[in-house]
């Protein structure tokens, strides 16, 4: 396999935000760019090694966590590890098939989180429009593209051009400083983006310590590492039990730029945490915080650690 061009998953088709990230993060003319329908089989490829590593959203700074991504991850797929994080600016496009116009769409397609981005714009220039959910916005602006109905989508431009439909307006993210966080997930322990140490790049990036795969090529500017973890415990139901949980890395001068909730899927009332945190698993004091915790969860494990995507 030496030399073989990496294959690259992400959440397509051609003309999404994933996509266009992708482009964004890597640098290797050789690598192949695979589309996969929704973020699970996306992560799901990628754990049963069918690519080499994988882009899926995680989370958007309006919107919050893609529920998706981060149930997958922590349901499904214990054989993938992140590597790496790419920020990407957003702005959404109303677009629609040639010769409809904005007076007449009765309904609007895309993803879930652009339409919970675009609320305000459609609510004040559609009034009363009906929302279809698509597995992403260049799958919404293909069948828009293709329908009699009419119908609009949220989505980029790239992907209007891309289906031969019409921009009827730009722009219509209800926060201008939108961004959308996506996560690079490989098959562990393996991790293309693995450089010389010479490499790491600005802000003293540490270098992700796997193997390279065949290929490999790299994101260009490495930040600072940060570690990923997902835990949950029997003790939930405890008073106090989570700030017990936090108080590990918080005594020890761990700092979190992340905590997220989701339903541990059993009963009401339980749930696991996502948690980001500064710093390498390996570093001392990251883990002896992360054996403390085992102490108060029944489930802890790291996802992850790779350097902080710079913007």
Not at 149 to 168: F, K, M, S, W
Not at 253 to 265: A, D, M, V, W, Y
Not at 295 to 308: C, D, I, Q, T
Request: hydrophobic share 45%; glycine share 10%; proline share 7%.
């Amino acid at each position: 396999m030496s030399g073989a061009p990496l294959r690259l998953g992400f959440l397509g088709p051609a003309g999404t935000f994933t996509h266009a990230a992708l482009a964004a993060s890597w640098r290797s003319d050789g690598a192949e760019a695979v589309p996969f329908p929704t973020e699970r089989e996306t992560i799901l490829a990628a754990e049963r090694g069918e690519i080499d590593a994988c882009l899926v959203p995680i989370e958007n700074s309006i919107e919050g966590g893609v529920n998706a991504s981060l149930d997958t991850l922590a349901f499904d797929a214990e054989g993938v590890s992140i590597v790496g994080e790419e920020v990407l600016p957003v702005t959404h496009a109303l677009i629609a098939r040639a010769g409809v116009a904005v007076e007449e769409i009765t309904a609007v397609v895309s993803h879930p989180q652009p339409l919970g981005q675009c609320r305000r714009w459609l609510s004040e220039h559609l009034g009363d429009f009906r929302p279809i959910a698509a597995t992403s916005t260049a799958e919404a602006v293909r069948l828009v593209s293709q329908s009699d109905e009419p119908h609009a989508a949220i989505g980029t431009t790239t992907a209007a051009d891309l289906y031969g439909a019409t921009v009827l307006a730009s722009g219509i993210e209800d926060e201008h400083g939108n961004e959308t966080r996506f996560l690079w997930l490989a098959p562990t322990p393996t991790n293309p983006f693995a450089l010389p140490a010479s490499a790491a790049g600005e802000g003293g990036g540490a270098t992700p310590s796997a193997s390279p795969a065949a290929g490999a090529a790299s994101a260009p500017r490495l930040g600072a590492p940060k570690t990923s973890l997902v835990f949950h415990g029997a003790g939930d139901a405890s008073p106090g039990w989570l700030v017990r949980c936090l108080s590990e890395l918080a005594f020890r001068g761990i700092n979190l730029t992340r905590i997220e909730s989701r339903p541990l899927k059993r009963q009401l009332g339980h749930y696991l945490f996502f948690v980001d945190a500064e710093g390498d698993a390996a570093d001392p004091a990251v883990a002896e915080a992360i054996e403390r915790l085992r102490v108060h969860a029944e489930v802890v494990r790291v996802l992850g650690s790779y350097p902080r995507a710079l913007r």
